[in-house]
């Protein structure tokens, strides 16, 4: 058993990598406009750039649960360290387009090191039963961390700082996880007969993992399909995009830190179908009010999408122990493609719903609402569609095991 101090450096560890994470998240986000300016980039080339993100993180989660057990968490956070300093030098001091897409590359690969490895992690050092509540408590600081940087970035961008030293900020959290993680002693996964990688895949392929790998990518755009666009919607609306996400993130940050009592109340399966049900409502009243309300529907949103991921994960690692690490990172990675493969597809419904609008009539900020509202609109169908899958899977999981379908924490 991994002694209390040394569980708590490696969790403290985990949680400013995943702050990194985050970070590498909101800042970048917030120095677009600079390199864009700086660069002479055009805006499809910095969305390429951003998609190097996407890319590298679930490229390096499947290859990390693949060698979890033989490579260890404790190296593949070596290589997330490496990973993370050298996509924080080479944007500093690429000065181009293509190295930004490299850098950009090696942010998002350290990032998918941090999952597949933090995830195993804690789940093995909490099997005592407090796997869910931490892996939430974890996971809080994916949110907590976005909310932090955005409003370092948005301060120091307002104090007329230069991107470069707000990606100097990336390094502290980077450099404070590698200090918690130095000597210290991992622990042995705690699932025996895991080790062999077609015992792995041979997991994967049972209808439990099979459905929860649907789930995954349907809960992740839920999350982060609203999230990407819901700001060309707010700007619009009388709401403030900003004060949208701050809320949004801030409630799924605390919700997550106190997760233990609510998995404790209503489990895994409740916990995932109350969320797509909170889910619905929230995507649904983004598609019909403006103004204050916005915020009201922010608070539904958050609430619905709050314990998405973690659960998700945790459902992975109680339901289908001997997938191990690799189907832990498999379910991440689903998540991150999945959130890839939607935004053109809602990028589409976008472009048609202008060009309906516009043949109503309408023009301006009424056209842009009107079209983001009626996209809104068909997002809510993802976490409807969630809410039947989540009620076949409450009634299904408490028929196969009644003890911990009810009560899984």
């Known amino acids: ?53 996407f890319l590298g993180f679930p490229i390096s989660m ?26 924080i030098l080479l944007t500093i001091y690429g000065g181009g387009y293509t190295l930004l897409l490299i850098s950009t590359l090696f942010i998002g690969f350290g990032n998918g090191c941090t999952e597949a490895a ?19 408590r974890f996971h809080m600081w994916f949110p907590g ?26 390094m502290i959290p980077t450099i404070i996880y590698a ?11 705690h699932v025996t007969g895991v080790t062999s990688l077609a015992e792995n895949f041979k997991a994967m392929g049972t209808l439990p993992f099979i459905f ?48 233990g009592p609510v998995v404790q109340k209503l489990g895994q399966t409740g916990i995932l179908l109350i969320s797509a049900i909170f889910a619905a409502i929230g995507i649904y009243l983004f598609s019909v009010v403006t103004g204050p309300l916005a915020y009201v529907a922010a608070v539904f949103f958050a609430m619905g999408v709050c314990y998405f991921w973690p659960t998700m994960v945790g459902a992975v690692a109680q339901r289908v122990p001997l997938s191990g690490a690799l189907g832990m990172s498999i379910i991440g990675g689903v998540g991150m493609f999945s959130s ?21 009539g309408l023009s301006g900020d009424a056209l842009e609402l009107a079209a983001g509202q009626e996209t809104l609109a068909k997002m809510a169908s993802f976490p409807l569609i969630l809410i039947v899958l989540f009620l076949i899977f409450f009634f299904w999981q408490k028929k196969a095991n009644p003890r911990t379908a009810a009560a899984a924490h």
């Open 1 to 53: 058993m991994t002694s209390d101090i040394n569980r708590s450096a490696l969790f403290n560890g985990s949680c400013f990598a995943l702050i990194t994470t985050a970070f590498t998240f909101a800042i970048r986000a917030g120095i677009l406009p600079q390199l864009g300016e700086e660069f002479n980039l055009t805006a499809q080339q910095l969305g390429f750039i951003n998609s190097m993100w």
């Open 340 to 360: 890839s493969i939607f935004q053109p597809i809602i990028g589409r419904w976008i472009d048609k719903a202008r060009a309906d609008s516009a043949l109503q």
């Open 62 to 87: 499947i290859i990390g649960g693949m060698v979890y057990h033989s490579f260890g968490p404790a190296n593949i956070m070596r290589v997330a360290f490496v990973a993370h300093s050298l996509g």
């Open 118 to 136: 933090c995830n195993p992690m804690i789940a093995d050092m909490y099997s005592d039963g407090k796997m869910n509540k931490m892996l939430n």
């Open 179 to 189: 200090i918690l993680f130095y000597g210290k002693t991992f622990p042995k996964p």
């Open 212 to 259: 929860l790998f649907c789930c995954m990518a349907l809960t992740a755009i839920t999350e982060f399909g609203p999230q990407q666009w819901v700001g060309l919607v707010m700007s619009n609306s009388g709401a403030s995009p900003m004060l949208i996400l701050a809320l949004v993130t801030g409630l799924m940050a605390v919700g997550r830190y106190f997760a």
């Open 145 to 170: 961390g976005i909310v932090i940087g955005s409003l370092v970035s948005k301060f120091m961008t307002d104090m007329n700082f230069s991107w470069q030293s707000q990606i100097w900020v990336l």
